[in-house]
């Protein structure tokens, strides 16, 4: 009787060690599917809780501690700091909006910024980059940016892609590397670096205060369109 006692529960103990290496070994295969930061980013269009990560086609949930970054488009162990797993997403733990901290206006020495809810100037650690759209330090810049002295900035190189939607008449008078316009615009009406009149975006154009530009195929990921402007997605 002891025998079989003993057999049975050695038994289940393998059995269970078995099974927990087996999910272990599913989440590690499904990650190193996304290892490739080169792939071609997916657009696809995904259910709540599923994701379709750079350089594959079709959407899935993540599995075990994986969760899906945004700024990456891949799926990661975990979140970075300041931010949180949610439905399968990493998002900021406290995510920037009025009622989340005031914007501070404070002039900073080159490379060091005040983000929303502070009082003092710093410089960003590690990966963290200043976002100005949304007043806050995030990790690494989004899709079309790139991080120049500690703030995410438009990359002023684009794909073929990019280039051939710019090229409109309305696009064409803006410049990356145009005087910025102070106009105090009408609500709804933006004034884009390089010109000096306010006007409406027209189709699929929005203006993204990150770069005092419209952009013409609307907002990065983790943004929307609202009233022609890129805000921050409310998760």
């Known amino acids: 009787m002891k025998t079989s006692t003993v057999f049975t529960a050695a ?14 070994t599913e989440a590690l295969t499904q990650l190193r599917v996304n290892v490739d930061t080169n792939g071609a980013i997916c657009y696809k269009s995904c259910p709540t809780g599923q994701y379709c990560p750079r350089g594959e ?5 993540p599995t075990g501690d994986l969760c899906f970054n945004p700024a ?7 979140c970075g700091v300041g931010f949180k797993c949610s439905y399968g997403k990493c998002v900021y733990k406290s995510p920037p909006s009025t009622s989340s901290g005031a914007i501070c206006y404070k002039a900073c020495p080159t490379g060091q910024y005040c983000p ?15 976002n100005p759209a949304t007043s806050v330090f995030q990790h690494g810049c989004d ?5 120049s002295n500690g703030k995410c900035v438009y990359k002023t190189t ?4 990019e280039s051939s939607a710019v090229e409109s008449t309305q696009l064409r008078s803006q410049s990356p590397n ?9 609500h709804g009406q933006y004034c884009p670096r390089g010109e000096t009149k306010c006007r409406a975006p027209t189709g699929t154009q929005c203006f993204n205060p990150a770069t005092s530009l419209f ?21």
């Open 72 to 78: 990456s488009s891949l799926f990661q162990h975990g």
């Open 143 to 147: 899709l079309g940016f790139k991080c």
């Open 215 to 235: 952009q013409a195929a609307g907002c990065a990921r983790g943004f929307h369109c609202s009233y022609g402007k890129c805000v921050y997605d409310q998760d």
């Open 158 to 161: 684009v794909t073929t892609t």
């Open 11 to 24: 038994l289940v103990t393998v059995v269970c060690l078995f099974q927990s290496a087996a999910s272990e």
């Open 116 to 130: 929303r809810g502070e009082t003092e100037c710093r410089a960003p650690i590690g990966d963290l980059c200043f």
């Open 57 to 61: 086609s079709a959407c899935r949930a």
């Open 178 to 186: 145009g005087a910025f316009c102070y106009e105090n615009c009408p």
